[in-house]
């Protein structure tokens, strides 16, 4: 682990992902204000500890609103987000604003796998239909070994009818629950490509949810084309282990696929990021030693700085495998966050990172887990921002378009059947790609960039749940 201590009731692990970078400081205390009287209720005692961290640890401290003002007898919840500043998180399209610091009751149940999840199995989009109030999912993709995949479910597939009937926006029967007959349906587009039409191909029954285990490592290939030696990695979120930190079979997984294609002398390599909210900064340093030039090993890889400008290296890491690159092909998604835009930005220094796909979250902040043990709370606040070792960390909007050699997003793009499994040389991006590196010709004409019909629009991913995703404790 990466420089990390433990406390009694004040424990924190340094992590990276979609909502937080997790790492571990002592709390402090601040001085109260003057005619502040200390809550005695129970929610004053968790508002005071909560008040207490974020006046010493958070990022933008200074905008914290004076005790006075405050109402310690709210719920924690209420509580912690009267203290959030609005250069916390972002603001969505419909107005509202999603803060990255969070607050959640501490787990009761300790021993669970911290990437393991409760579900069928698969990721999805939900499309709205023009002047209906259903809506229908396309399959992103299925995990190996869960419920969704047993039914013979497979990315690209089109659902239209849950136990016959319509999906709607307030269902979670596309998450969890009972056993469930899916309908799945054929989607075309007219000529114009302005409108579509669909028509039922068939019905699947999926098992009952259950516990899955998410692993990281959904695809790995080597390819062998054009006369070079390709290889490829869609990685979903970097985790040390199924239990936590000190679980290290995940990174010993990652070690292993990346020695074998090392032992296969793979000239270049393709990241597929798409789907990875985040993680571990030790499994984030990992990664990044074995992709970075071995020239630049001894060189500084993330650069963190807190609330009081303070500064601290992240460096590589020697002694594992490495590829011995000079390029890398990152794909990248709307969901692509944190530890994956760290990764991309600390290793623009050293090398040529060419992205490919859609503009990623923005998220150059970490965050801090603090944990109430006896209160039973965790708060999650930003207390750090990150930088790579040029001191840049311009991607709050996500990285910039003209970086990007092809833009694209799955989730909006007309219907067609790019849709191709991942790993597949045929699916859209890593087609794309392929053809970027100069090995594989990509027909523009079967991408149609121009958007979906009007009449049927991406609404909501289930990818989006997983903000919370990767908050890992001892």
Request: with cysteine; charged share 25%; hydrophobic share 30%.
């Amino acid at each position: 682990m990466y420089n990390y201590t433990v406390m009694m009731n004040k424990r924190c692990y340094l992590s990276l992902f979609l909502g937080c970078l997790i790492g571990f400081i002592a709390i402090g205390c601040q001085k109260e204000e003057d005619n502040f009287e200390t809550p005695t209720s129970d929610n004053g005692k968790v508002n005071q500890w909560i008040d207490n961290a974020m006046r010493e640890d958070y990022l933008w401290n200074d905008d914290l609103p004076g005790k006075s003002s405050l109402d310690f007898e709210a719920s924690p919840e209420t509580f912690f987000t009267s203290l959030l500043s609005s250069k916390d998180g972002k603001k969505l399209s419909d107005g509202s604003h999603h803060y990255f610091s969070t607050i959640e009751k501490t787990p009761t149940s300790k021993a669970r796998a911290v990437s393991e999840e409760y579900s069928y199995g698969f990721e999805y989009i939900l499309y709205s239909i023009k002047d209906q109030n259903y809506y229908y999912a396309r399959v992103l993709y299925v995990l190996p070994g869960s419920p969704a995949a047993e039914s013979g479910l497979k990315r690209g597939d089109w659902i239209i009818e849950i136990n016959g009937q319509k999906i709607h926006a307030s269902s979670t029967s596309l998450q969890y629950g009972g056993s469930i007959r899916c309908t799945l349906g054929t989607l075309r587009l007219t000529e114009e490509g302005k409108s579509y039409a669909i028509a039922k191909s068939g019905e699947i029954t999926i098992g009952a949810s259950r516990s899955i285990a998410n692993h990281p490592i959904l695809k790995d290939s080597v390819y062998h084309i054009g006369g070079k030696t390709i290889g490829y990695l869609c990685y979903n979120h970097f985790t040390s282990g199924p239990t936590g930190f000190d679980d290290h079979t995940y990174e010993n997984e990652l070690k292993d696929v990346i020695g074998k294609m090392k032992s296969q002398h793979v000239t270049e390599f393709i990241i597929d990021l798409r789907y990875n909210g985040g993680g571990n900064l030790a499994t984030l340093q990992l990664l990044g030693s074995m992709l970075v030039p071995p020239q630049n090993l001894n060189d500084i890889f993330l650069i963190k700085e807190n609330n009081k400008g303070e500064k601290t290296d992240v460096d590589f890491i020697r002694e594992v495998p490495n590829l011995n690159l000079t390029n890398l092909y990152a794909i990248t998604g709307r969901y692509t966050a944190s530890a994956s835009e760290a990764l991309i930005n600390g290793l623009f220094p050293y090398m040529d990172v060419t992205l490919i796909g859609s503009t990623t979250i923005g998220k150059n902040v970490g965050s801090t887990l603090h944990r109430n043990e006896k209160l039973g709370w965790d708060i999650w606040p930003i207390t750090m921002k990150l930088y790579n070792s040029q001191m840049e960390s311009d991607y709050e909007d996500g990285f910039k378009i003209e970086k990007y050699r092809y833009f694209a997003d799955e989730m909006s793009l007309s219907i067609n059947d790019n849709f191709k499994e991942l790993g597949d040389t045929k699916e859209m991006l890593l087609s794309h790609t392929l053809n970027i590196i100069g090995v594989q010709s990509t027909s523009q004409s079967k991408v149609r960039n121009a958007g979906t019909p009007e009449d049927i629009q991406p609404f909501y991913s289930s990818q989006e749940r997983k903000t919370e995703f990767g908050k890992l404790y001892k």
